[in-house]
T-cell receptor, first 115, second 111 residues
Framework: DTEVTQTPKHLVMGMTNKKSLKCEQHMGHRAMYWYKQKAKKPPELMFV???????INESVPSRFSPECPNSSLLNLHLHALQPEDSALYLC??????????????FGQGTRLTVV | ELKVEQNPLFLSMQEGKNYTIYCNYS?????LYWYRQDPGKSLESLFV?????AVKQEGRLMASLDTKARLSTLHITAAVHDLSATYFC???????????FGTGTRLTIIP
């Protein structure tokens, strides 16, 4: 099983809403990632979790709050978003970060629209 | 700061032709990844290149890595319509803690 599962696939939310994106993998990977991708642009890293601890935060605004409840799950909590936050949010996982890392597997993404 | 550049950014080619996409990166790395993305979809892993001189082939696609020149190529042989997509290279950064993606090459194959 080389699958990373993201839910929901599509999400429309108002600027005052609170919502969460979910990501799950059962490959035993110990590193998980959130990327944001705007239309016609490459993915940009938001957060890295390594062994369930936040290891990289790419200066992401606090309206995005990541959470890693266990080694298989990664959440992204959203609050008071702006229309410019509309994008495809991609979750990924890999065996580890650092030396020995080989390949990152990406989920299908959540298409987020903020209205 | 690691920069990863691809060229061309856009490529329109006829079926049956050959072409090469180039990926240059600015800092030392001994590995590089290629991904494919269809419109509105996620990233599909194509190749994992783990050392200098690595060459991998899958169907009509072949990727190579020259770590001394900090250059990777993705060669397309006898293109078919199904290969139309955006192709990204990605390089590990920050002690391999994360991937930095190239600018992407949008490939359109014309019948």
């Amino acid at each position: 099983d080389t699958e990373v599962t993201q839910t929901p696939k599509h999400l429309v939310m108002g600027m005052t809403n609170k919502k969460s994106l979910k990501c799950e993998q059962h490959m035993g990977h110990r590193a998980m990632y959130w990327y944001k991708q705007k239309a016609k642009k490459p993915p940009e890293l938001m957060f890295v979790y390594s062994y369930e601890k936040l290891s990289i935060n790419e200066s992401v605004p606090s309206r995005f709050s990541p959470e890693c409840p266990n080694s298989s799950l990664l959440n992204l909590h959203l609050h008071a978003l702006q229309p410019e936050d509309s994008a495809l949010y991609l979750c990924a996982s890999s065996q580890t970060t650092g030396v020995g890392n080989t390949e990152a597997f990406f989920g299908q993404g959540t298409r987020l629209t903020v209205v | 700061e690691l920069k990863v550049e691809q060229n061309p950014l856009f490529l329109s080619m006829q079926e049956g032709k050959n072409y090469t996409i180039y990926c240059n990166y600015s800092t030392t790395s001994d590995r590089l990844y290629w991904y494919r993305q269809d419109p509105g979809k996620s990233l599909e892993s194509l190749f994992v290149l783990l050392s200098n001189g690595a060459v991998k082939q899958e169907g009509r696609l072949m990727a190579s890595l020259d770590t001394k020149a900090r250059l990777s190529t993705l060669h397309i042989t006898a293109a078919v319509h199904d290969l139309s997509a955006t192709y990204f290279c990605a390089v590990p950064d920050f002690g391999n803690e994360k991937l930095t993606f190239g600018t992407g090459t949008r490939l359109t194959i014309i019948p």
